[in-house]
């Protein structure tokens, strides 16, 4: 399973699927990350957490454990 949390600066990716449950899994749909949404990834800071994300059109700072919770191919 690929996650968010192990793709490289520079590449886009599709989501699959949001793991998580509850109040977690509701604020990342909120943020507008779906099934299907194309994220792009800007920047990892140095030691991996915030990862800067552009997600429809806008960009987003994720932390690591919210980044893992999102599988992507």
Request: aromatic content about 2%.
């Amino acid at each position: 399973m690929r996650t968010l949390r192990n793709v490289k600066c520079g590449e886009t990716v599709s989501v699959i699927k949001l793991h998580g449950e509850g109040a977690v899994k509701r604020r990342i749909m909120d943020m507008g990350i779906t099934k299907g949404t194309n994220i792009y990834v800007r920047k990892v800071a140095p030691l991996g957490d915030p990862v800067e994300v552009t997600v429809r059109g806008y960009e987003l700072s994720l932390r690591k454990a919210d980044a893992d919770m999102i599988e992507v191919s």
